[in-house]
């Protein structure tokens, strides 16, 4: 009796083993495996999708002109601060004014105006809209899923871009060029001024007032034209390599939801091969008599 018993239960272990491991055979050419795969696809090219729409509308957000003028605006703030950094002579004072005037328009501004902007984006918005009726209609559960703020953040490191790429431009061997051209005529009628200055008092004469007042307007007449010239090129940049240097965030996962149900199947079906390998182990264990007169497929 004990022996039966024991059989007995042997065989109904074999055959919910057998059950269970028919999980990952193929039925009909299709295993669950097969449809798992097909699911996590199918989310994957609709993930697509959403990203497109969602560059799409990013993009008329980046190109409304009210926002490529933040953008000009602090990128400006932050180049004649750079350049104000450096010994600039006579384009000192000018730098200075420029960063006074542009200093209110830091990258606080812009990153409010952008976030609104995607927060109240029809085309934006309905992407996570979306999001969340597809996971429905593949029969995930979204109602305990909330929408995170992070999905929401666009331009998170948008001041960090536009101060280096700022930085690096202010720094470069152009701008080291057009800026020793800007000095060269008010550093020369300086000196000259200086030159006569000092000569004219070690032999013991004294020049006229004129010639200060003559100097000083030349120095500021040959600065301004120096600026004029410089300020043409800053204030003219193209509105698409402004924008071109806000960071996009591209690697951050804007969609959640269906980010989170892709992870989710990835684990299950792995999960789900494990335990089907398992399974197939332990029933080639499981040993059934020869008498017992059963015999499981």
Not at 13 to 36: C, H, P, V
Not at 150 to 166: G, P, R, W
Not at 177 to 187: G, H, R, S
């Amino acid at each position: 009796e004990d022996k039966t018993t024991e059989s007995t239960e042997a065989v109904h272990d074999k055959e919910k083993l057998n059950a269970f491991a028919r999980l990952s055979d193929s039925n009909n050419g299709i295993t669950l495996y097969t449809q798992i795969d097909e699911q996590i696809k199918k989310l994957r090219d609709y993930k697509t999708k959403l990203e497109e729409t969602y560059n799409s509308g990013l993009n008329d957000i980046l190109n409304d002109k009210n926002v490529v003028e933040e953008i000009k605006n602090s990128y400006i703030y932050h180049f004649c601060n750079a350049m104000n950094s450096r010994i600039t002579f006579a384009m000192a004072p000018f730098f200075a004014v420029i960063k006074l005037l542009y200093g209110f328009k830091k990258e606080e501004y812009l990153n409010k105006r952008l976030n609104e902007g995607i927060s109240n984006d029809y085309k934006i918005q309905k992407c996570y809209s979306d999001e969340k009726e597809v996971l429905i209609e593949e029969g995930f559960k979204t109602d305990s899923l909330n929408k995170t703020e992070k999905a929401l953040t666009i331009i998170s490191q948008s001041k960090i871009d536009i101060s280096e790429s700022a930085v690096k431009e202010a720094k470069s061997f152009k701008w080291d060029f057009k800026l020793t051209l800007a000095n060269v005529a008010p550093v020369l009628f300086f000196s000259l001024m200086l030159y006569h200055s000092v000569s004219d008092w070690i032999t013991g004469n004294w020049l006229p007032t004129n010639f200060f007042i003559h100097g000083f307007v030349l120095i500021i007449l040959s600065a301004i034209i120096g600026f004029s010239i410089i300020w043409s090129e800053i204030s003219n940049m193209k509105a698409e390599t402004l924008t071109s240097l806000v960071n996009r965030n591209d690697k951050q996962e804007h969609f959640y939801l269906i980010n989170t149900a892709i992870t989710r199947l990835t684990e299950i079906k792995k999960s789900l091969e494990d335990l089907c390998n398992y399974a197939k182990e332990l029933r080639n264990k499981t040993v059934i008599p020869e008498n017992f007169g059963l015999e499981v497929k």
